[in-house]
């Protein structure tokens, strides 16, 4: 009996246990079935989901609305990082495209994230990490009403989306043709692509290859090249890398050796240097010559405001590291002018803007005269003038709507400005500052100085308004006659717009005292205001709509004696300085002062006054018609011996104007005259000849000076008035 107690006891403990499998066998059957499954994917991750090939091929079509073709060998992995490889990949184009498929790739891999796959779905831009492929061809067509290869319809109960297109963050192809056609950009290109495995990754320092081993200088890691249209402009791309494109972690992206010659419209680029991020246009940094028949070429391309221009050679450096585009021009010849500055340039703004410094050793304004309508065609045959003449005003239209296409604030600091005229001399040094805000365009803070004066003030455009209106306010203080214009001075004369200001005054003095010979038909100090606006579409339209005021006096001048004697026409004063030599008068002054109103300018004073004389002007200039009608009077302040005394007048189109003399006091002259010489002899007939002069040899100059500006002429006047 004792020995059968453990027996007992050990019974109820089994009972027990059974008991409770018998209650929970459900719990056994659930570890059971998520071991296998665990062990199914765990395998199946191992073996890359082969057997899903045909059902991921559906899903993508029911997905993408468009058949998809996975080639075998497949391999796929879920767990990071996700990415599918296959023997090949097909995706037909989007419905309604003329594109024969999207994507024909060989030996693809591909990688991305959950996140960009989700966003995808909820109508984002296709987002890749990474592309790998042995052989890849694409179609991305685009029409103008946005129907692209690539705008595929997720969901037949939902209207189709516009997308951007797919962005591949890294790419690595053995070979690869992509032809793009988008009507939207206005991009038609057929690119080709090839990579060489045995060439060092990004990051890597290139092998250098000896001089003469021919086939290891063309041994590239990557050779691209690029042909078709830009916005109705011929491109070509060729680029040379001696690394490939890496597939790498975008957070750490190496820098890729880049060498590109492109041919956009008429404009030529090369480039050398780093890219960063090829697909992104972004972290890019090297050497970049441009060049091309004008700058208005590049503007063209590139969608940038430039004028037209001379054929320019451009050296610097290409930076793009950020949204904006900064470029340092080391170098530019345009023409005969030769530049440099620093430029930022921000595409992001509703409208871009470009921002920096121009400055250089010298600007030639004829360079940029197409720009202001100074060269080419005229936007109409120009009328001739009303006497029948030719015109000389430039009437070609301005570029006005590249006003609006971005805004700009640029600084300039130039050492000299070359006017490109016969009359005046060259502004050395000027500065400014140029302001492009919304179509309007202003050039102010001008500042520059020339034959030992200064000139200040600013001009603009407005080409919003109908039609673009143009206005100017500058100031002259200062400026030596002698210096700056060059048709005053003698061939014998030494003096120019580069003399100094003590240079020059010492030379008006030793003019003044009569002491050195005459090297100048004019000297003296100018000082001017000019306050102009105008209307139209053109240089010729401006000016024919023309209203303001003009203002200048020239003070501590001379003024060559033989020419006050000839617009006096004092025959016997005039052959007297012929026989003896020319000699400086001293000019009291010189003060002018002309109205303008719709292009035609009237002189309300314009006087010479000289110790022996003083000369007035009137009359009229129409720019409008381009006619001159003015007429010039001498009255002596001395004696003179055989004077005619008769007005000169200078008449006709501004291509042929016509000098001659007023007949009529010269023919009341000589009628009396010979009236004299019927009643008391011969020698009677000089008696009308003779002119005694005013004999008022006072400076008149401070009350002429009042009489030019109408701010101190109605004080005076007043004044005057009272009794």
């Known amino acids: 009996m004792a020995a059968s107690t453990p027996t007992s006891s050990s019974a109820p403990a089994a009972d027990a246990a059974r008991a409770r499998r018998k209650r929970h066998p459900v719990l056994r059957w659930i570890r059971i079935v998520l071991a296998v499954l665990l062990a199914f994917v765990l395998v199946s991750e191992l073996l890359g989901w082969r057997y899903l090939r045909g059902p991921i091929e559906r899903y993508a079509s029911d997905s993408l609305g468009v058949p998809v073709r996975v080639g075998a060998p497949f391999r796929l992995h879920l767990l990071r990082p996700p990415q599918a490889s296959a023997g090949s990949l097909w995706v037909a184009a989007a419905p309604g495209s003329q594109a024969p498929f999207l994507v024909d790739a060989q030996s693809v891999l591909l990688r991305w994230r959950w996140g960009d796959i989700n966003a995808f779905r909820k109508g984002e831009a296709l987002r890749i990490v990474a592309l790998q492929a042995d052989r890849l061809e694409a179609h991305v067509l685009r029409t103008k009403d946005g129907q692209a290869s690539w705008q595929f319809k997720t969901d037949p109960n939902e209207p189709k989306t516009e997308r951007d297109p797919p962005k591949v963050e890294r790419v690595r192809l053995r070979e690869a043709a992509i032809h793009v056609d988008d009507a939207v950009s206005q991009v038609k290109v057929e690119a080709h692509a090839r990579m060489n495995e045995s060439a060092p990754r990004a990051g890597q320092p290139a092998a250098s290859a000896p001089a003469g081993d021919a086939a290891a200088q063309g041994d590239f890691g990557l050779v691209a ?62 050497e970049v010559r441009l060049s ?82 100074a060269d080419g065609k005229p936007s109409t045959p120009p009328p001739n003038t009303r006497n029948g003449g030719p015109r000389v005003i ?63 003030g600013s001009t603009g455009l407005d080409s919003n308004a109908k039609p673009p209106r143009w206005d100017t306010d500058l100031r002259l203080r200062g400026v030596d006659l002698a210096g700056w214009l060059k048709g005053a001075r003698k061939d014998t004369s030494d003096v120019n717009a580069r003399s100094s200001a003590t240079k020059l005054k010492r030379e008006r003095e030793a003019a003044r005292s009569g002491d050195e010979p005459v090297t100048a038909y004019i000297t003296g100090e100018l000082q001017a205001e000019i306050k102009l606006r105008g209307q139209g579409n053109s240089t010729a339209q401006l000016l024919s709509t023309l209203d303001g005021s003009a203002r200048a006096v020239v003070r501590n001048g001379t003024l060559s004696h033989l020419i006050v004697e000839a617009l006096g026409i004092d025959v016997a004063q005039a052959l007297g300085v012929f026989v003896k030599g020319d000699a400086s008068l001293p000019l009291n002054c010189a003060v002018v002062a002309m109205d303008a109103k719709q292009g035609v300018l009237t002189p309300s004073v314009a006087v010479l006054d000289t110790r022996d004389s003083t000369v007035t002007l009137s009359g009229t200039i129409d720019l409008k018609n381009e006619l001159l009608d003015l007429r010039s009077e001498t009255k002596p302040k001395d ?85």
């Open 394 to 456: 430039p009437d070609r239209s301005f570029d006005l709507p590249s006003l609006k296409a971005m805004d700009a604030d640029v600084r300039v600091a130039l050492d000299e400005l070359n006017l490109n005229t016969s009359a005046v001399e060259t502004l050395r040094p000027l500065a400014g500052r140029i302001v492009l805000d919304g179509g309007v365009l202003r050039i102010t803070e001008l500042q520059a100085t020339t034959a030992g004066g200064s000139v200040t």
């Open 225 to 286: 090249d690029a042909q078709g249209t830009y916005r109705g402009m011929p491109i070509k791309v060729e680029a040379r890398s001696p690394q490939v494109l890496p597939l790498l972690d975008e957070d750490q992206p190496a820098p890729l050796q880049v060498k590109v010659e492109a041919l956009i419209g008429r404009a030529r680029l090369a480039y050398d240097g780093v890219v960063h991020d090829p697909l992104g246009a972004r972290g890019i940094e090297g």
């Open 639 to 723: 004696f003179s011996f055989a004077t005619l005394r008769s007005p000169l007048l200078l008449t006709g189109s501004f291509s042929s104007p016509d000098v001659g003399v007023a007949p009529g006091p010269i023919a009341a002259r000589v009628a009396a005259g010979a009236a004299l010489a019927a009643v008391a002899g011969p020698l009677a007939a000089l008696l009308p000849l003779l002119d005694p002069g005013s004999g008022d040899k006072e400076d008149n100059c401070q009350a002429l000076v009042q009489q030019s500006d109408p701010a101190k002429a109605a004080p005076a006047k007043a004044a005057k008035s009272r009794p």
């Open 292 to 373: 091309g028949p004008s700058l208005g070429a590049v503007g063209e391309a590139l969608n940038v405001t430039l004028p037209t221009t001379p054929p320019f050679n451009l050296r610097g450096t290409l930076r793009h590291t950020d949204p904006v585009w900064h470029v340092a021009v080391a170098s530019a010849t345009i023409g005969k002018s030769a530049l440099r500055g620093e430029f930022a340039y921000d595409p992001q703004p509703g409208t871009p803007k470009l921002t920096g410094t121009l400055a250089g050793r010298r600007l030639d304004l004829a360079d940029l005269a197409p720009a202001v309508g």
